[in-house]
């Protein structure tokens, strides 16, 4: 088991820390939608909650997914769905399926 210096232990506040601010982000851009982020990026609210449910049970937590999509997006996932999703345009869908 390695030993976790102090040095490692700010490396990980400062991730956690940019981390919550990303999320906080993107709670409040709720212009932007899942598939722009998705076009532009390769992943989104739903990638970051699927790997947060993921590191979850890495450290033996069960956190599952729609708890996860919670945390990220502020809210229930139907509730962010119905308030701020749009219909994806062709222009929009024909990029994400060119990847």
């Given at each position: 088991m390695k030993h976790e210096t102090s040095s490692d232990q700010k490396i990980i506040n400062i991730q956690s820390k940019v981390f919550e601010k990303l999320?906080?982000?993107?709670?409040?851009?709720?212009d932007v939608q899942n598939i722009d982020l998705m076009n532009l990026s390769g992943f989104c609210r739903n990638c970051l909650s699927k790997w947060y449910?993921?590191?979850a049970k890495d450290e033996g937590l069960e956190i599952d997914y729609e708890s996860s999509r919670e945390k990220v997006?502020?809210?229930s996932y139907k509730n962010w769905k119905n308030k701020f999703q749009k219909k994806a345009s062709q222009d929009q869908m024909n990029e994400f399926n060119k990847k």
């Open positions: 999320i906080f982000h993107l709670q409040k851009r709720t449910s993921e590191a997006y502020g809210m």
